[in-house]
């Protein structure tokens, strides 16, 4: 079947939840840790390899296996449907309804330093409210919008990028290696770190959620992929340079609003309330392209487990409108009980958890499955792949240790999602005797 969702909308998504919350506030959190500005270009340049190596492998899969899901096709598929259900499970709960609210949150805590007296919560709850109506209507308004969306965000990025490092700003640095950059870069801080980095990485496997909605989804998923990824990484190193180029570090130690500190100094004050509006409507696009790609994952579920049928239901658009809700709804009770941290913190743990799981299955399925086609091989197979498991293995263990606690709250939503697949196995299997 053709779908329906263009190559522009599928890159827009990739770029769209890839350049959100993490890039505009992580700088924040890495500095009282890291000190050195060329460990800090290290950071979201190691950032942009595992998820470039990463791109790689689910480039694969997503052209071998073009179903809608994301790891929840490839891990039914390449494990046990318990595998793939889990991951699913986590993307329906937090996956993507956490950064949803941790945007939501970004978004109202700009809004706020232009327009005071409104709290970031409120405003947040009601642009996760009007974006989830306009991706419920059909494909044209929602992949419009998305795709518009996205490229103004790039544009005025690179703008800002361009004026940054125009500036004739006080503050002079240097990203050359010392090394006391190689002693921050094999520290216990800098893998924490790499949790915010990681956080703002995410959604470069996007469009492989939505595969089975793509044209040509062979060449489109891998293509968009990969592009999007590379962009990114280009960008976020760029924004991150021109961050501590522009302002003291003092002044960004433990903020969320680091973009808005930079544009101060780049723009004056007038005007960094106006990047701050910008920066608002960009994170606009970046929930509504989790709007777009989460829910599709909630109707997997709902098409494969009849105890959960209610959420594959779609309108007359094809559009799955109970999934879209529900996972705004989620995102809205995480808007109002977590902290933006802690957000941060525990999806980026277990999502790193299932991207390990899925870039290992390409190892499996290789062997599994020789003679499947593959429209696209992992490039640079098996070297590519088996650095991403080794960074991100490391990633997780430092996490684990430095963060307990958010790691135990990612480690409980799937042990609670275990349960549910258990149970919706058993009410299933009753459902279908009584109808015979």
Same mark, same amino acid.
């Given at each position: 079947?053709?779908?329906?969702?263009?190559?522009?909308?599928?890159?827009?998504?990739?770029?769209?939840?890839?350049?959100?919350?993490?890039?505009?506030?992580?700088?924040?959190?890495?500095?009282?840790?890291?000190?050195?500005?060329?460990?800090? *270009?290290?950071?979201?340049?190691?950032?942009?390899?595992?998820?470039?190596?990463?791109?790689?492998?689910? !480039?694969? $899969?997503?052209?071998?296996?073009?179903?809608?899901?994301?790891?929840?096709?490839?891990?039914?598929?390449?494990?046990?449907?318990?595998?793939? @259900? /889990?991951?699913?499970?986590?993307?329906?709960?937090?996956?993507?309804?956490?950064?949803?609210?941790?945007?939501?949150?970004?978004?109202?805590?700009?809004?706020?330093?232009?327009?005071?007296?409104?709290?970031?919560?409120?405003?947040?709850?009601?642009?996760?409210?009007? #974006? &989830?109506?306009?991706?419920?209507?059909?494909?044209?308004?929602?992949?419009?919008?998305?795709?518009?969306?996205?490229?103004?965000?790039?544009?005025?990025?690179?703008?800002?990028?361009?004026? =940054?490092?125009?500036?004739?700003?006080?503050?002079?640095?240097?990203?050359?290696?010392?090394?006391? &950059?190689?002693?921050?870069?094999?520290?216990?801080?800098?893998?924490? !770190?790499?949790?915010?980095?990681?956080?703002?990485?995410? =959604?470069?496997?996007?469009?492989?959620?939505?595969?089975?909605?793509?044209?040509? %989804?062979?060449?489109?998923?891998? +293509?968009?992929? /990969?592009?999007?990824? +590379?962009?990114?990484?280009?960008?976020?190193?760029?924004?991150?340079?021109?961050? +501590?180029?522009?302002? %003291?570090?003092?002044?960004?130690?433990?903020?969320?609003?680091?973009?808005?500190?930079?544009?101060?100094?780049?723009?004056?004050?007038?005007?960094?309330?106006?990047?701050?509006?910008?920066?608002?409507?960009? /994170? #606009?696009?970046?929930?509504?392209?989790?709007?777009?790609?989460?829910?599709?994952?909630?109707?997997?579920?709902?098409?494969?487990?009849?105890?959960?049928?209610? $959420?594959?239901?779609?309108? !007359?658009?094809?559009?799955?409108?109970?999934?879209?809700?529900?996972?705004?709804?989620?995102?809205?009770?995480?808007?109002?009980?977590?902290?933006?941290?802690?957000?941060? &913190?525990?999806?980026?743990?277990?999502?790193?958890?299932?991207?390990? /799981?899925?870039?290992?299955?390409? @190892?499996?399925?290789?062997?599994?499955? %020789?003679?499947?086609?593959?429209?696209?091989?992992?490039? =640079?197979?098996?070297?590519?792949?088996?650095?991403?498991?080794?960074?991100?293995?490391?990633?997780?263990?430092?996490?684990?240790?430095?963060?307990?606690?958010?790691?135990? *709250?990612?480690?409980?939503?799937?042990?609670?999602?275990?349960?549910?697949?258990? +149970?919706?196995?058993?009410?299933?299997?009753?459902?279908?005797?009584?109808?015979?």
């Amino acid at each position: 079947m053709n779908g329906k969702i263009k190559f522009p909308t599928a890159l827009s998504v990739v770029i769209a939840n890839m350049i959100g919350t993490g890039v505009f506030t992580s700088l924040g959190y890495q500095l009282p840790a890291i000190t050195d500005f060329a460990a800090i *270009i290290a950071l979201w340049l190691i950032g942009g390899i595992v998820a470039l190596f990463g791109a790689f492998a689910y !480039s694969e $899969l997503g052209a071998a296996l073009p179903r809608s899901g994301g790891e929840y096709n490839f891990l039914s598929e390449i494990y046990h449907p318990s595998v793939g @259900f /889990l991951s699913g499970w986590v993307s329906a709960t937090i996956g993507f309804a956490a950064p949803i609210a941790a945007a939501a949150w970004a978004l109202g805590s700009y809004f706020s330093t232009v327009i005071p007296g409104y709290s970031p919560q409120m405003i947040g709850a009601v642009v996760i409210i009007l #974006v &989830t109506i306009v991706q419920s209507i059909n494909y044209a308004i929602g992949g419009g919008f998305q795709t518009v969306a996205t490229a103004i965000k790039v544009i005025l990025i690179i703008v800002f990028i361009v004026f =940054g490092l125009l500036c004739a700003c006080n503050t002079h640095i240097s990203v050359m290696p010392t090394a006391q &950059t190689y002693t921050d870069v094999f520290s216990a801080p800098f893998a924490v !770190s790499l949790v915010y980095v990681s956080f703002a990485y995410s =959604g470069w496997n996007a469009s492989s959620y939505i595969a089975g909605e793509v044209d040509n %989804p062979k060449r489109n998923i891998p +293509l968009s992929i /990969l592009v999007g990824t +590379l962009l990114v990484t280009v960008l976020y190193i760029m924004v991150n340079y021109v961050f +501590l180029r522009t302002a %003291p570090v003092e002044e960004m130690k433990g903020v969320n609003e680091v973009a808005f500190i930079s544009a101060k100094y780049i723009f004056g004050d007038n005007g960094a309330k106006l990047i701050s509006l910008i920066i608002s409507v960009l /994170l #606009v696009s970046t929930i509504s392209s989790m709007v777009i790609v989460g829910p599709r994952v909630i109707q997997m579920i709902g098409e494969d487990y009849s105890i959960f049928k209610v $959420l594959s239901h779609k309108n !007359s658009n094809g559009i799955p409108v109970i999934a879209i809700a529900s996972q705004s709804i989620i995102a809205l009770i995480l808007l109002y009980t977590s902290s933006f941290k802690m957000i941060i &913190t525990y999806i980026s743990f277990t999502l790193s958890l299932f991207t390990t /799981l899925t870039v290992l299955g390409v @190892f499996i399925l290789r062997y599994q499955r %020789p003679d499947l086609e593959r429209p696209y091989k992992t490039w =640079g197979y098996p070297v590519t792949p088996a650095i991403f498991l080794i960074l991100n293995c490391w990633f997780l263990w430092f996490v684990f240790k430095g963060e307990p606690g958010a790691a135990l *709250i990612g480690l409980s939503v799937m042990a609670l999602g275990l349960l549910v697949y258990f +149970l919706a196995k058993f009410l299933s299997k009753n459902k279908e005797i009584k109808s015979l």
